[in-house]
T-cell receptor
Framework: GAVVSQHPSRVICKSGTSVKIECRSLDFQATTMFWYRQFPKQSLMLMATSNEGSKATYEQGVEKDKFLINHASLTLSTLTVTSAHPEDSSFYIC????????????FGPGTRLTVL | GESVGLHLPTLSVQEGDNSIINCAYSNSASDYFIWYKQESGKGPQFIIDIRSNMDKRQGQRVTVLLNKTVKHLSLQIAATQPGDSAVYFCAENRSSNYKLTFGKGTLLTVNP
């Protein structure tokens, strides 16, 4: 149980285009999902917290208009990188919290974004 | 700002040896700590967790020690195997806030 998937696993796009990444909880309802970004040889940095049915909460320094988050259902959150640039190239990882399990947080496999 | 950090960025051990990975945290309000293993190109994998009302917790081949006095966390891996080679992160949060703060990570390399 407690599986989180991400799609796509890998994406290459041209500079200026937008890319949507999906995060799904497969066997539980995720009241909260989190989006992280990880640059090579670095740690995970929290970008935003996504709550179902409400606006995402962004961490300091993360542009909300650049990284659009939608959490339309209890099993799906999407991150859209708008007008992507090479510096947005990174490993994007989501996690999902199962509200029935205290302090649970299950991570997805990550999405490798390369912007040319 | 408050953060979670690691003393050693890399650790190389021989297969069969025990490994110890350390982590220092500075947020005294943290009450929950987790160790994750991350293999190349994959998401973090939960290893073991510990709450602040404990100072030791054991799992299969792994032990986490928590010293709240000096704000130090360690992960011990017994009989390290090549499959244990990965980057290990500690993370902390407060039960009132589900956001995790990750440490810098330690690359563990197990030599056969």
């Amino acid at each position: 149980g407690a599986v989180v998937s991400q799609h796509p696993s890998r994406v290459i796009c041209k500079s200026g285009t937008s890319v949507k990444i999906e995060c799904r909880s497969l066997d539980f309802q995720a009241t909260t999902m989190f989006w992280y970004r990880q640059f090579p040889k670095q740690s995970l940095m929290l970008m935003a917290t996504s709550n179902e049915g409400s606006k995402a909460t962004y961490e300091q320094g993360v542009e909300k208009d650049k990284f659009l988050i939608n959490h339309a259902s209890l099993t799906l959150s999407t991150l859209t990188v708008t007008s992507a640039h090479p510096e947005d190239s990174s490993f994007y990882i989501c996690s999902a919290r199962d509200g029935r399990v205290a302090q649970s947080q299950y991570f997805g496999p990550g999405t490798r974004l390369t912007v040319l | 700002g408050e953060s979670v950090g690691l003393h050693l960025p890399t650790l190389s051990v021989q297969e069969g040896d025990n490994s110890i990975i350390n982590c220092a945290y500075s947020n005294s309000a943290s009450d929950y700590f987790i160790w994750y293993k991350q293999e190349s190109g994959k998401g973090p994998q939960f290893i073991i967790d510990i709450r602040s009302n404990m100072d030791k917790r054991q799992g299969q081949r792994v032990t986490v020690l928590l010293n709240k006095t000096v704000k130090h966390l360690s992960l011990q891996i017994a009989a390290t195997q090549p499959g244990d080679s990965a980057v290990y992160f500690c993370a902390e949060n407060r039960s009132s806030n589900y956001k995790l703060t990750f440490g810098k990570g330690t690359l563990l390399t197990v030599n056969p």
